[in-house]
């Protein structure tokens, strides 16, 4: 699940924003840089908000077994520390995956952070002016 969520994200992220960068052949170079706009154009369908939250729970899973096994494989956990860093391993994982889950059921309940036109027309502006 991890390596296919992984994949699904330099799908709809990397691909249409560096990709298109450093292949000058491929994609739509004005969107290039928007990530607000991919981003809403991602998690406006929830297939995909779904699908994330699903990766998203695995890399839960995953993050919190690295954090404590990291600290059991230093040798920074004993019969005191173990438990301690397995519940410091959830809280910070918690804490990541709640704040990456929160922009994708935001963006499919429809929260925007500015209108879709101004985001396109500042992204131009500041190629126009050569502010990027």
């Not at 990456?100 to 396109?120: E, Q, T």
């Amino acid at each position: 699940i991890v390596i296919l969520g992984m994949g699904l994200h330099l799908y709809n992220f990397w691909a249409k924003m560096m990709l298109v960068e450093l292949v000058p052949c491929t994609g739509n170079h004005e969107l290039a840089t928007n990530g607000v706009y991919w981003i809403a154009e991602t998690f406006s369908c929830p297939c995909y908000t779904v699908i994330y939250l699903v990766w998203l729970a695995a890399l839960w899973m995953h993050l919190n077994h690295g954090l404590w096994s990291s600290m059991q494989t230093l040798g920074w956990s004993g019969k005191v520390w173990f438990n301690r860093w397995r519940a410091i391993s959830c809280i910070a994982s918690t804490i990541i995956i709640l704040m990456f889950a929160a922009v994708a059921v935001a963006f499919c309940f429809g929260y925007r952070p500015c209108d879709f036109n101004d985001v396109v027309n500042i992204a131009n502006a500041c190629h126009a002016g050569g502010l990027c």
